[in-house]
């Protein structure tokens, strides 16, 4: 059965800084890979998405990494801002239609 | 464009009550899915539908039941309420589930308080 993980589980850093979030899943036999964005009482929200055969994806100041051989995605966010607060998520689709995988998150405070 | 919307947003309900969340899509989405969020636990999937009339069980579907008679609505009823059933449901379509680039779009939430 896949496993996601995600490190660290929360993070605050000061506003301006680059970071990243990592995500490992056990089963190197995925047919993509999202991460998503969780503000506080919402719901979640898509922001990039890895095709298995894909090695990177761009939108805006973040940037999405996948290697499958060892198991780990990274999402990259550039000159962070107070507006990037939030949990991210990321989910890994095994190819059938019964759901995602996902990891319990990482909560990402920016502090102004 | 309205994505998908789930009504209620909050809900209370007493042991053994019945109730439906409801969960609508304006994307002519094939896909769509019921997931519960608890602390600590993380999302699972209760039922999901690959098309109208087609349904399936995820990893938690005990208790709720659900139905696809038209593309946009996939309602989610639980048949007697119980507290281990309070959470926060998250509904969830997408083009298709077959798709590699098809990512999952959600809902608000409907938080269910079972007491």
């Known amino acids: 059965k896949q496993e996601v993980t995600q490190i660290p589980a929360a993070l605050s850093v000061p506003e301006g800084e680059n970071l990243v979030l990592n995500c490992s899943f056990t089963d190197s036999a995925i047919y993509n890979l999202q991460w998503f964005r969780q503000d506080p009482g919402k719901g979640l929200t898509s922001l990039l998405l890895?095709?298995?055969?894909?090695r990177e994806q761009t939108s805006g100041r973040l940037n999405a990494s996948l290697d499958k051989s060892s198991g780990r995605s990274t999402l990259y966010i550039a000159a962070s801002q107070p507006g990037d607060s939030a949990t991210y998520l990321c989910?890994?689709?095994?190819?059938?239609?019964?759901?995602?995988?996902f990891g319990k998150g990482t909560h990402l405070i920016i502090q102004p | 464009n309205a994505g998908v919307t789930q009504t209620p947003k909050f809900q209370v309900l007493k042991t053994g009550q019945s109730m439906t969340l409801q969960c609508a899509q304006d994307?002519?989405?094939?896909?769509m899915s019921w997931y519960r969020q608890d602390p600590g636990m993380g999302l699972r999937l209760i039922h999901y539908s690959v098309g109208a009339g087609i349904t399936d069980q995820g990893e938690v579907p005990n208790g709720y039941n659900v139905s696809r008679s038209t593309t946009e609505d996939f309602p989610l009823r639980l048949l007697s309420a119980a507290p281990s059933q309070t959470s926060v449901y998250f509904c969830?379509?997408?083009?298709?589930?077959?798709?590699?680039?098809?990512?999952?779009?959600f809902g608000n939430g409907t938080r269910l308080t079972v007491t």
């Open positions: 994307m002519n989405h094939e896909y």
């Open positions: 969830a379509s997408s083009y298709s589930a077959g798709a590699k680039n098809s990512p999952l779009h």
């Open positions: 989910a890994i689709s095994g190819g059938g239609a019964d759901g995602l995988t």
């Open positions: 890895i095709q298995s055969s894909q």
